[in-house]
T-cell receptor, first 114, second 115 residues
Framework: GEDVEQSLFLSVREGDSSVINCTYT??????LYWYKQEPGAGLQLLTY?????DMKQDQRLTVLLNKKDKHLSLRIADTQTGDSAIYFC??????????????FGAGTRLFVKA | DARVTQTPRHKVTEMGQEVTMRCQPI?????VFWYRQTMMQGLELLAY????????DSGMPKDRFSAEMPDATLATLKIQPSEPRDSAVYFC?????????????FGPGTRLLVL
């Protein structure tokens, strides 16, 4: 079945850039997402990219999509201690019956050292 | 500021007791998801509904878990009887279901501890 994989941990120093990587298997993905989960809270959508795009930038966030390799990355520039959280990659695709499904990765825990 | 609400936020109960968790999706969203999150298993999809109809509950232990949507503003997840291994954070999420762009909006979760 379809799968989304991410590394479990990433540690960076404050001020450095963070790059969180994700690979997925479903070639019919239409949208790919990055969600952020802070301690004690639910997941919040950070950003998303449509599958016909290869890059999207939003302030400190840059999303890169390599559709050929089914690889998605999230770059956080000038990482701050407030960016410490779990980051989930997710992909959604149409089921062809008018419905769609979304699959989440296991999440990457980002630690930012002051 | 529309958001998904969940009650209760915390629940401590004894093994064997019934647990009911409630979720109010964002008004106008036609898709509701129930997830369970643990350190060991991560985020697991338990069930989801579209237009109040259950579409997939394959992630849910059928013998003790049940999920319903009595109306468009309320989704429930019940565990009966509860067991210690059910201890987890249970999230509800809702989505508008807009042509494959399924941005999910998560509630704050119900933290369940079964003793």
């Amino acid at each position: 079945g379809e799968d989304v994989e991410q590394s479990l941990f990433l540690s960076v120093r404050e001020g450095d850039s963070s790059v969180i990587n994700c690979t997925y298997t479903d070639s019919s993905s239409t949208y790919l997402y990055w969600y952020k989960q802070e301690p004690g809270a639910g997941l919040q959508l950070l950003t998303y990219i449509f599958s016909n795009m290869d890059m999207k930038q939003d302030q400190r966030l840059t999303v890169l999509l390599n559709k050929k390799d089914k690889h998605l990355s999230l770059r956080i520039a000038d990482t701050q201690t407030g960016d410490s959280a779990i980051y989930f990659c997710a992909e959604s695709s149409s089921l062809g019956t008018g419905g769609f499904k979304t699959i989440f990765g296991a999440g990457t825990r980002l630690f930012v050292k002051a | 500021d529309a958001r998904v609400t969940q009650t209760p936020r915390h629940k401590v109960t004894e093994m064997g007791q019934e647990v009911t968790m409630r979720c109010q999706p964002i008004l106008g969203h036609n898709t509701v998801f129930w997830y369970r999150q643990t350190m060991m298993q991560g985020l697991e999809l338990l069930a989801y509904f579209r237009n109040r109809a259950p579409l997939d509950d394959s992630g849910m232990p059928k013998d003790r878990f049940s999920a319903e949507m009595p109306d468009a503003t309320l989704a429930t997840l019940k565990i009966q009887p509860s067991e210690p291994r059910d201890s987890a954070v249970y999230f509800c999420a809702s989505a508008k279901g807009d042509r494959g762009k399924e941005t999910q909006y998560f509630g704050p979760g119900t933290r369940l501890l079964v003793l």
